[in-house]
T-cell receptor, first 114, second 112 residues
Framework: DAGVIQSPRHEVTEMGQEVTLRCKPI?????LFWYRQTMMRGLELLIY????????DSGMPEDRFSAKMPNASFSTLKIQPSEPRDSAVYFC????????????FGPGTRLTVL | AQSVTQLGSHVSVSEGALVLLRCNYS??????LFWYVQYPNQGLQLLLK??????LVKGINGFEAEFKKSETSFHLTKPSAHMSDAAEYFC??????????FGTGTRLTIIP
């Protein structure tokens, strides 16, 4: 079975440009998580969805970041406009939903903003 | 609020030696605890987890961890290190819902 799929794997863009990261969760999973990983701040939860509904977006850094989940098999994380400090690895993870359930991580998107 | 502390951002052990990675947590409710491993340029993968029941939990690749409530700890061990164990290890806690709070990670290096 395919795991969590993320695209693109690498993205290089210039400051001020819009960036869209994509995620396809594991089929049948009800919860989807977006994380950001940097050397300085470690692994941070940005937002998570349950049954396509955003449950907690308290980790979204600012209004430049937005996330959507239009259906059970697709989610996007958008940054507009992008800034150099957004450079990081962004992970998507999914789970069946519920406390204690294993989160399955995608391979990540490495974003570089010049 | 929940939090996780991983003592030692870098740990080096010789091949065949005991691996011990430390994790302490704080939680306002009985915690669920997790260890994840991250190999270079990959996402995180679950090693093991404690939810309820037996406090000694066995995971993949020969790793195990013991939940000690009195010490608020969940240390990860492996009796004999292999070169393939070189990776970054993250401890995480969930104290009431699906959200995980991760520690800052410990990079494990295996010396041949």
């Amino acid at each position: 079975d395919a795991g969590v799929i993320q695209s693109p794997r690498h993205e290089v863009t210039e400051m001020g440009q819009e960036v869209t990261l994509r995620c396809k969760p594991i089929s049948g999973h009800n919860s989807l998580f977006w994380y950001r990983q940097t050397m300085m701040r470690g692994l941070e939860l940005l937002i998570y969805f349950n049954n396509n509904v955003p449950i907690d977006d308290s980790g979204m850094p600012e209004d430049r970041f937005s996330a959507k989940m239009p259906n059970a098999s697709f989610s996007t994380l958008k940054i507009q406009p992008s800034e150099p400090r957004d450079s990081a690895v962004y992970f998507c993870a999914s789970s069946t939903g519920g406390r204690g359930d294993t989160q399955y991580f995608g391979p990540g998107t490495r974003l570089t903003v010049l | 609020a929940q939090s996780v502390t991983q003592l030692g951002s870098h740990v080096s052990v010789s091949e065949g030696a005991l691996v011990l990675l430390r994790c302490n947590y704080s939680s306002s409710v009985p915690p669920y605890l997790f260890w994840y491993v991250q190999y270079p340029n990959q996402g995180l993968q679950l090693l093991l987890k404690y939810t309820t029941g037996a406090t000694l939990v066995k995971g993949i690749n020969g790793f195990e961890a013991e939940f000690k409530k009195s010490e608020t700890s969940f240390h990860l061990t492996k009796p004999s290190a292999h070169m393939s164990d070189a990776a970054e290890y993250f401890c995480a806690v969930s104290d009431g819902n699906e959200k995980l709070t991760f520690g800052t990670g410990t990079r494990l290096t295996i010396i041949p």
